[in-house]
């Protein structure tokens, strides 16, 4: 019966519209946080997350609320993560709910990432409570808004909720709309038990504590469980919810929403989106939309100090455990040493890795140009995979390449299908389908080379379209194209971390930008050094880095000491995220300027 009384939902909105403070107001409103306790912003728990402001692990809050019906209801906040490349966790984190609150900002209106979300809401059947937000802002247009929303995402909208996250008006109106709109969760306590895996993460005393939503059955203490996906078994050790600390219960039932700990050592066999059951009482099926997921973006990574890669190896495997689609193994360059190929699911998850490597873990990194993962055909009949371009075997030996592809939707309003449209082309897109979603926004789909998504495809779709544009893709198989690989040389020589597979028309192009983003990047040295750019042998294009007009030091010579102390400090810090190659110095965002594309 208590199953009635629950409600499970999770807040999605645009960046900047106000989902962290709006969730912090309902934690005060519900005092579940005491207020000294509460940090700003406490469910966006990470460091890093809070000053990107972006969410990336997904948390789920517990709250007690008692209703203008008097009665208590138990309330489940269930976080999402908002970007592309967390898709999937989007999906299985609102799997886990029955209803949403749709954050709008009534002075900005829908913008791109609030649809995508509140698409995947609407796959998953939830009831959206809209919201106009920051009401108390004099720009402030609530009833613009409104019609906005009824109009484009084409849900009834006449009864949204205004309100401030700022002031806390309107937020016990929202509170109110959950437990009337949001229905409770259905599920059967007597059959197996399935419960949905939407996060977790990982304790260094227990392992790997899986955060849950029990569908059907019950979970306890003692109950052996296995993971359907993956087989693997465990005897449960703890069950318990997030308030938001943890909090020990006895059960989870039909509904409720908590983690579960089982001394799980590895996190490879708990994925999120696998369904858990007991090993005796099986499930006969697991509950529906789980796949494994792939790495689809690769890069190298090496420690500046050789004598760091130990602990980068280190800082890898611990990252591992609480993200299982991080996957990694040695390499060597010849320009930058020894180091790991990396792989990610794309590259907002390649940005936030490579940051906390270094935050966390102080280790300072030289990060090579993502690639991604080319399927080649030997002419002797072998299939190679290769995920980094210095690999790419010699045109005379290869049939043909094969490229993975996206089918990429983009949702735009009408004034921008032009520009879409020429950047899609741009970069090798197909045209498939374009159809108009009501009178004012336009759906286009295309497919794409993965590899054009991963050079500066999201800043030109963002700067062409005022950021109004709302993108998303799904793998869509392989084609053959003609590519080559481009050698970058400096000083004469190749620079082995810094070739790319480029497509053949396009090859002078990119070498050319290349060569002149180089040129601005790499600091002048005693001599002169030529940057070149080569396919198959033949330099395609040229820059020239001056020499250094005088030493550094030369200027103070005799001069005073501190001063020279200064400036031989400054340049050791200038130094600091570089790697010697040769005579020359490479700094990091110079492995970079491969994505420069003109
Ligand atoms: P991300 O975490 O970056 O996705 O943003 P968010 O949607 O969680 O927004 P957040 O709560 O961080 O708020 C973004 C900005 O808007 C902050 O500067 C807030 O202070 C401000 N803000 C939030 N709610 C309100 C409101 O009701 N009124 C006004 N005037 N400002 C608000």
Do not use: W
């Not at 009665?71 to 993560?81: A, R």
């Amino acid at each position: 019966d208590r199953q009635k009384f629950i409600r499970n939902f999770s807040i999605i909105a645009h960046i900047d519209h106000g989902k962290s403070t709006l969730a912090d107001r309902i934690l005060e409103m519900t005092s579940s946080v005491e207020k000294r306790k509460m940090k700003e912003q406490l469910l966006d728990s990470m460091d890093l997350e809070r000053e990107r402001g972006i969410t990336i692990k997904l948390n789920a809050v517990q709250l007690t609320y008692k209703a203008k019906d008097n009665q208590e209801y138990i309330l489940h906040l269930i976080d999402t993560p908002g970007h592309v490349d967390f898709t999937y966790e989007v999906s299985r984190s609102l799997a886990a709910c029955e209803g949403a609150v749709l954050v709008v900002d009534a002075a900005q209106g829908i913008q791109a990432q609030t649809l995508a979300n509140v698409y995947l809401a609407l796959d998953n059947n939830l009831e959206i409570i809209p919201v106009l937000n920051k009401i108390d802002l004099p720009s402030a247009e609530p009833e613009k808004v409104r019609r906005e929303i009824e109009e484009v995402i084409g849900i009834d909208a006449s009864n949204a909720v205004k309100a401030s996250g700022k002031s806390g008006l309107g937020v016990d109106e929202i509170l109110e709309r959950i437990i009337k709109d949001v229905k409770a969760p259905d599920g059967d306590e007597n059959a197996p038990l399935q419960a949905l895996i939407f996060d977790s993460f990982f304790d260094a005393y227990r392992g790997v504590v899986p955060t849950i939503r029990v569908i059907n059955g019950s979970i306890k203490k003692g109950d052996m469980i296995e993971f359907m996906a993956t087989k693997a078994k465990f005897e449960v050790v703890e069950v318990g919810v997030y308030t938001p600390t943890q909090k020990v219960v006895d059960v989870l039932g039909p509904g409720d929403v908590g983690y579960l700990t089982a001394a799980i050592k590895t996190l490879n066999e708990v994925r999120v989106g696998d369904t858990i059951t007991h090993a005796t009482k099986r499930a006969e099926k697991p509950l529906p939309g789980y796949r494994t997921l792939n790495p689809v973006v690769f890069c190298g990574l090496y420690p500046i100090d050789p004598d760091q890669y130990q602990d980068l190896k280190d800082a890898l495997e611990k990252l591992k455990l609480n993200d299982a689609s991080l996957i990694y193994e040695p390499e060597t360059s010849q320009a930058l040493g020894f180091g790991f190929r990396t792989g990610f699911l794309g590259l907002l998850h390649m940005d936030i890795i490579q940051e906390r490597i270094s935050r966390e873990f102080n280790i300072e990194l030289i990060a090579t140009a993502p690639s991604v993962v080319y399927h080649v055909y030997m002419t002797n009949g072998e299939k190679i995979l290769v995920d980094n371009p210095t690999f790419l075997p010699d045109i005379q030996k290869i049939d043909y390449i094969n490229e993975p592809v996206v089918k990429a939707t983009i949702m735009c309003p009408k004034d921008y299908v032009g520009s879409v449209m020429d950047i899609c082309q741009k970069k090798r897109g197909i045209f498939i389908d374009m159809k108009y979603m009501d009178q004012t926004r336009v759906l286009l789909t295309y497919r794409l080379p993965l590899a054009e998504i991963v050079y500066d495809f999201f800043d030109k779709l963002k700067s062409s379209t005022k950021g109004y544009a709302s993108f998303d893709y799904v793998l869509d198989g392989y084609m053959a194209s003609d590519l080559r690989k481009m050698d970058i040389l400096l000083n004469g020589e190749v620079v082995d971390a810094l070739s790319v597979i480029v497509h053949k028309e396009f090859a002078y192009q990119r070498g050319k930008a290349i060569v002149e983003k180089l040129k601005t990047l790499i600091p002048r040295q005693m001599f002169e050094i030529p940057v070149q750019a080569a396919l198959g042998g033949k330099i395609i294009a040229r820059e020239t880095i001056k020499a250094m007009r005088k030493d550094v030091l030369a200027k103070c010579y005799g001069g005073d000491i501190s001063r020279k102390k200064k400036l031989l400090e400054k340049q050791k810090e200038g130094k600091k995220r570089m790697k010697t190659f040769g005579r020359v110095d490479i700094p990091q965002s110079a492995f970079m300027a491969i994505l420069s594309n003109s």
